[in-house]
């Protein structure tokens, strides 16, 4: 099938002298608002390269914008009730616990507190749900995941706009600005965690964040801390590795998590979704002890496990939404956004996936259990890998998704080191909405959408996670 293709804000090609010009004023922007990224080949704490970004805003449609906007605090509910719902996650991640080691141990801390009894029935969420417009169905949006851990790229992508404004009017089409809508996700990221610092209510308590061993994408933390630092200059932030955690946290008689000499009252983890972040035991521990304490969860564990692509798999299966969502209008307004999702548990349903997966491999996107990007399966390694797990167990680990077909988006790529002036490409779109939450399973005290982020591939990648490379930072441009 041949591809639609978006109309771009202004007519391109740009002439190559003007388009020299322009990138070498974005680039200079981008570097000095921090639109950037530490470099993983020659790191250095000294330095910071731009973040990949595409020169102009890309074309979105305002109907699908506003939908995706609209809808997420409906979507915010929809997690926090999953994750509070203890027979639901047990019984939709049953199977891939026993074949997936790092969601089991995950899923252990939860027992382990919840035996315990929860100390901090709080939870604060900031999450983002990611979509891309499936093109032979209108451009219509359909969600690609939902991210209740480390969603990133709030901060940077909150400058965007402003880089936009000036990127149009260097090219001599400043009345085109009223297309770009404003994007406030870094303060309203920033007010959740400010929130909870509040509703945790103890003076000369911190908040910590949980970081990696070497943070690349240190611009968009950063700004994090920046802001915070700026709207209560009495909240004190630490960043510390789960390492760090383990040698220096400790846990005083009434569970307060101590760093530093200090309570902390939140913590907000950028770290911990994925494996390779616990390469010991002492990983681990630190975790269950920052989760066995009072302070407040950025994600919670259980928000986290709701945060699986499992559980959003087994949310789009006849009659599960209607669990969570009382008015039928609202069920039929989120299952509007689900594509196909087919689980592949060892029955009879997940023969009949594997099956149909196989005959038609190009069709699908095998998704395991992770998070970060680079983990999915996609055409021909799909059908390879459902013939060696056909009969194994080992499957449950997975899920099935129907390939999502985006419309093409005409466009420059500006990346550190990349050819000068760069070339015009065929690109997708994915359209993140951030939503922050904060409840207890019993009363939800705030939810509310908060901004957005764009990035944008190559047509032809099958990711495009920005901080793994593959991507480029954008910001809508609203048909
Ligand atoms: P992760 O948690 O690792 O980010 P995602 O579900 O977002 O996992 O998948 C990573 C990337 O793979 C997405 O950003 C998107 O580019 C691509 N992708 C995922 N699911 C689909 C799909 N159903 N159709 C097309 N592309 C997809
Ligand atoms: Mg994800
Ligand atoms: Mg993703």
């Known amino acids: 099938?041949?591809?639609?293709?978006?109309?771009?804000?202004i007519p391109l090609p740009i002439e190559n002298k003007l388009l020299t010009n322009v990138v070498e004023k974005a680039k200079d922007w981008a570097l000095m608002h921090g639109v950037g990224m530490r470099d993983k080949v020659h790191f250095s704490k000294d330095s910071i390269q731009i973040a990949p970004f595409v020169l102009l805003p890309s074309p979105f449609p305002r109907t699908e914008f506003t939908k995706a906007v609209d809808l997420q605090p409906v979507l915010n509910e929809l997690m926090h009730k999953v994750a509070h719902d203890d027979e639901f996650l047990e019984k939709t991640l049953q199977n891939a616990l026993q074949v997936d080691d790092f969601t089991a141990k995950l899923y252990d801390i939860w027992v382990k507190v919840r035996e315990e009894g929860i100390t901090q029935a709080l939870s604060l969420g900031l999450f983002r749900s990611d979509y891309l417009m499936q093109q032979p169905d209108s451009n219509r949006i359909k969600q690609v995941e939902f991210n209740t851990v480390a969603a990133s790229f709030g901060a940077i992508t909150s400058n965007l706009p402003t880089m936009y404004r000036y990127v149009m009017r260097q090219l001599g089409h400043g009345e085109l600005i009223k297309n770009m809508p404003e994007n406030k996700a870094l303060s309203g990221l920033c007010s959740g965690i400010?929130?909870?610092y509040d509703l945790f209510a103890v003076p000369s308590a911190v908040v910590l964040f949980v970081v990696e061993e070497v943070s690349y994408n240190?611009?968009?933390?950063r700004f994090h801390e920046f802001e915070i630092s700026e709207k209560r200059p009495d909240i004190m932030i630490y960043r510390k590795t789960l390492n760090e955690i383990f040698e220096e946290a400790e846990l005083n008689d009434k569970k307060q998590l101590i760093i530093e000499g200090q309570p902390v009252a939140v913590v907000y983890y950028r770290?911990?979704?994925e494996p390779a972040q616990y390469p010991s035991q002492k990983e681990w521990d630190a975790r269950l002890r920052v989760e066995r304490s009072s302070a407040i969860k950025c994600p919670s564990i259980h928000y986290q496990l709701a945060g699986t692509k499992k559980v959003q798999q087994a949310l789009a299966a006849p009659g599960a939404l209607e669990k969570f969502m009382s008015e039928s209008e609202v069920s039929s307004r989120v299952r509007d956004i689900f594509t196909g999702l087919y689980s592949l548990d060892f029955d009879e349903n997940g023969e009949r996936a594997v099956e149909m997966a196989i005959a038609d491999a190009e069709r699908f996107v095998l998704k395991p259990q992770r998070e970060g990007g680079g983990n999915n399966l996609y055409g021909a390694d799909v059908k390879e890998a459902l013939i060696r797990m056909r009969h194994s167990r080992e499957r449950a680990a997975y899920i099935l998704m129907e390939r999502i077909l985006p419309p093409l988006i005409s466009g420059y790529v500006v990346r550190a080191g990349g050819s000068m002036p760069p070339t015009l490409c065929d690109l997708v779109s994915e359209l993140g909405i951030f939503g922050v939450i904060i409840g207890t399973k019993e009363k939800i005290h705030s939810n509310r959408q908060v901004g957005h982020m764009l990035r944008t591939k190559l047509a032809d990648a099958n990711?495009?996670?920005?901080?793994a490379g593959l991507g480029a930072l954008d910001s809508p441009y609203l048909l």
Do not use: T
Request: charged content about 15%; hydrophobic content about 35%.
């Open 1 to 9: 099938m041949s591809q639609s293709r978006l109309a771009s804000c």
């Open 194 to 196: 400010i929130e909870a």
């Open 218 to 221: 240190i611009c968009d933390q």
């Open 271 to 273: 770290s911990g979704y």
């Open 463 to 467: 990711e495009g996670g920005v901080a």
